[in-house]
């Protein structure tokens, strides 16, 4: 039982079910707005009311002469109610008889008039006489089921149904009841959502079930049941009332606005969870970036919202034409009121049409950094390094200068340093450009790191190391492995990095000749230093040379050829173009993919690299008529070129 339970309650069964009902829910309601609705009755007169006896619904009489039906239907239902008492313990039987009296046809209860049937009493295609004895017959059977009802037998009837009522509905209260206690354990034990609803709804079966016991006992006596009727008719009524009339043919009453209300949250419901499976299991298959799915999940949800909005106004019986005073007034509250709203919104359109930032790029937008989880209607959800989550408006990204790290493809690091201004430049200059070269994985080779003096400041030199990366979240990584290197060659090699200074001068007569005075008495006597081998004080105190440091060049070219030309290298192979077959070649699209691979550099500067291979005359077109082109063109190591006239020679 448990197990039926649960597979049943999982939240996406529950969840399919109620998108279902909801969408049958919606489309029945369409069809049946304009049958439901309340129709604008021409004048008072033309109403129907009820016949009425014992909270039970006879039939219906329209208005006669100068009495309004419901004036009519209050005395016919007065005197129906006073006939049946009279007659309800008394040996005599009721007696409901047809007769024609001056051209009108007439219904009598023990020779008293009861109702007069007039032409707006009719049903269209039966006659006054056939109406008559029809309604004759509804009375009849109702007087009888009135009388039988108050009878000592039926009484003791209706108290032994209460009495098994009751009993069938303690019982299934007790088994909700226990049902409610096992689930209430295991929400202790698990928190997931479907508990917690399954819950939510024996409580509301409980509710349900205590309610149809109280409609059913005061539904079994006559009284009870008139107050039913009673009750119902007020909240009918009330909901039927006509309270805004927006032209056409049907009133807009309070039942109207319900259902119309109802059927605008079932619809949101609906395409919330069509846009959702639209996302998630549809626009994947195609292939489509994620940031064009979301555009298009965006554009069909709000299209399907508001192309459901008008068709629910519509069938709602709500005619446009006579709400232009109200457009244009909510138009006036939108330009003043909401107008930060609807421009937030607008941007949103925006920046779902154009994308100039997409999910999962790193922004910067004013203060605000991070990187973009999501693109809503009005607001942008973006998550800061700090792994916060901050929502930031949509019409700062139109109206602000907005800084996206990803779209070059390439992010710079940048690292500075101030060193004292009796530093020896070149040797700083080799430190930074050291450390820099220092192999880190997500540093890139091509675009090579630099390092550059700047300017003077105000006491020291100013230098600044720059190297490239393509993940901008790993900036911090990479400047704290520059940083550290850096710090390690400073210490390594004594280069200084100077802190602030303050020179303060005083103007104190004799203040000279006193400290001279003092420092002769309580300075300590200077020791003698040994230098041995003939050095003195103004020797070398071990400096490091700047020749102990290890500089690479920007494109070690033996290297990379030896790379290119390996095992792992691009496929140099003979190939045929027309007629013609070339010996030992390579694409330029192969070399460019290959360098972009293993030397982790972006397009452009695999292509710069191949463009400066032909300037070292270290590769050359096959006719030399063209440069390095990231195309299917063929391409050959001048070191191949021995081989290749050999073979040619042949």
Same mark, same amino acid.
């Given at each position: 039982m448990n197990v039926i339970l649960e597979?049943?309650?999982?939240?996406?069964? #529950?969840?399919?079910?109620?998108?279902?009902?909801?969408?049958?829910?919606?489309?029945l309601s369409l069809y049946l707005v304009p049958t439901i609705a309340e129709v604008k009755?021409?004048?008072?007169?033309?109403?129907?009311?009820?016949?009425?006896?014992?909270? +039970?619904k006879l039939f219906e009489i329209g208005s006669s002469g100068n009495f309004s039906a419901t004036q009519r239907a209050e005395k016919i239902n007065s005197l129906l109610q006073n006939k049946l008492k009279e007659y309800a313990n008394s040996p005599e039987e009721l007696n409901v008889a047809v007769a024609q009296q001056s051209d009108w046809t007439v219904i009598r209860v023990n020779d008293r008039h009861l109702l007069t049937v007039s032409e707006n009493d009719l049903i269209p295609g039966i006659m006054a006489q056939e109406q008559a004895e029809i309604w004759q017959e509804q009375i009849e059977l109702a007087l009888e089921k009135g009388i039988k009802e108050r009878s000592p037998a039926r009484l003791k009837w209706t108290i032994k149904m209460i009495a098994i009522a009751f009993t069938l509905?303690?019982?299934?209260?007790?088994?909700?009841?226990?049902?409610?206690?096992?689930?209430?354990?295991?929400?202790?034990?698990?928190?997931?959502?479907?508990?917690?609803?399954?819950? $939510?709804?024996?409580?509301?079966? +409980?509710?349900?079930?205590?309610?149809?016991? #109280?409609?059913?006992?005061?539904?079994?006596?006559?009284?009870?049941?008139t107050?039913?009727?009673?009750?119902? +008719?007020? #909240?009918? &009524?009330?909901?039927?009332?006509?309270?805004?009339?927006?032209?056409?043919?049907?009133?807009?009453?309070?039942r109207r606005i319900i259902i119309l209300i109802s059927l605008g949250i079932g619809w949101l419901i609906f395409v919330r969870w069509f846009s959702q499976m639209l996302k998630l299991n549809i626009l994947p298959l195609t292939g489509f970036e994620s940031t064009l799915q979301s555009s298009i999940a965006f554009l069909t949800r709000y299209g399907l919202l508001f192309l459901g909005m008008l068709l629910i106004l519509n069938g709602g019986g709500i005619d446009f034409r006579s709400l232009t005073i109200v457009i244009s007034a909510l138009g006036v509250g939108i330009g003043f009121g909401l107008q930060n709203i609807v421009k937030d919104f607008v941007s949103g359109i925006i920046l779902t049409?154009?994308?100039?930032?997409?999910?999962?790029? $790193? #922004?910067?937008?004013?203060?605000?950094?991070?990187?973009?989880?999501?693109?809503?209607?009005?607001?942008?959800?973006?998550?800061? !390094?700090?792994?916060?989550?901050?929502?930031?408006?949509?019409?700062?990204?139109?109206?602000?200068? !907005?800084?996206?790290?990803?779209?070059?493809?390439?992010?710079?690091?940048?690292?500075?340093?101030?060193?004292?201004?009796?530093?020896?430049?070149?040797?700083?200059?080799?430190?930074?450009?050291?450390?820099?070269?220092?192999?880190?994985?997500?540093?890139?080779?091509?675009?090579?790191?630099k390092a550059k003096f700047r300017n003077f400041g105000d006491r020291s030199l100013l230098f600044r190391v720059v190297v490239f990366i393509k993940d901008p979240f790993k900036e911090p990584k990479v400047r704290n492995h520059l940083q550290r290197h850096i710090d390690l060659n400073f210490r390594k090699y004594g280069i200084e990095i100077p802190f602030p200074q303050r020179d303060l001068n005083f103007n104190i007569p004799q203040l000279d000749e006193l400290v001279a005075n003092l420092v002769k008495i309580y300075a300590p006597s200077q020791p003698k230093l040994y230098y041995p081998q003939g050095k003195t004080e103004s020797g070398d105190h071990n400096l490091p040379s700047i020749e102990e440091l290890t500089i690479r060049d920007e494109y070690d070219w033996d290297d990379l050829?030896?790379?290119?030309?390996?095992?792992?290298?691009?496929?140099?192979? &003979?190939?045929?173009?027309?007629?013609?077959?070339?010996?030992?070649?390579?694409?330029?699209?192969?070399?460019?993919?290959?360098?972009?691979?293993? @030397?982790?550099?972006?397009?452009?500067?695999?292509?710069?690299?191949?463009?400066?291979?032909?300037? +070292?005359?270290?590769?050359?077109?096959?006719?030399?008529?063209?440069?390095?082109?990231? @195309?299917?063109?063929?391409?050959?190591?001048?070191?191949?070129?021995?081989?290749?006239?050999?073979?040619?020679? &042949?």
């Open positions: 597979s049943f309650c999982k939240p996406r069964k #529950v969840k399919k079910i109620v998108i279902i009902l909801i969408t049958c829910w919606f489309f009755p021409h004048n008072a007169l033309s109403r129907k009311a009820d016949i009425v006896l014992d909270g +039970q509905v303690a019982g299934i209260q007790f088994g909700l009841f226990c049902l409610k206690r096992h689930f209430s354990r295991k929400r202790l034990e698990s928190s997931q959502r479907w508990i917690s609803w399954t819950i $939510l709804a024996i409580l509301t079966l +409980q509710t349900l079930v205590w309610l149809i016991l #109280v409609y059913y006992c005061t539904y079994l006596f006559p009284q009870t049941r107050w039913q009727y009673n009750i119902w +008719q007020s #909240v009918s &009524d009330t909901f039927n009332t006509e309270i805004f009339d927006f032209g056409g043919e049907t009133a807009i009453s309070l049409l154009t994308r100039p930032i997409k999910i999962g790029e $790193l #922004v910067e937008v004013g203060d605000d950094r991070g990187l973009v989880l999501h693109i809503g209607a009005r607001t942008t959800e973006i998550s800061h !390094v700090d792994r916060y989550i901050m929502t930031i408006p949509n019409s700062r990204f139109i109206e602000e200068t !907005v800084r996206n790290w990803h779209r070059s493809g390439l992010t710079r690091v940048k690292v500075y340093a101030d060193v004292a201004y009796d530093s020896d430049r070149d040797l700083v200059y080799k430190a930074l450009l050291a450390a820099a070269q220092v192999y880190h994985p997500d540093i890139l080779k091509h675009p090579p790191p050829v030896a790379a290119m030309r390996g095992e792992h290298g691009v496929k140099i192979m &003979d190939r045929r173009y027309g007629l013609k077959t070339y010996s030992k070649v390579f694409l330029g699209t192969e070399a460019v993919s290959w360098l972009i691979q293993y @030397e982790k550099a972006t397009l452009s500067e695999a292509i710069a690299i191949g463009q400066l291979m032909i300037e +070292q005359n270290i590769i050359h077109h096959i006719l030399d008529e063209h440069n390095f082109k990231n @195309e299917p063109l063929f391409y050959r190591f001048y070191l191949d070129e021995n081989d290749h006239k050999l073979m040619f020679d &042949d």
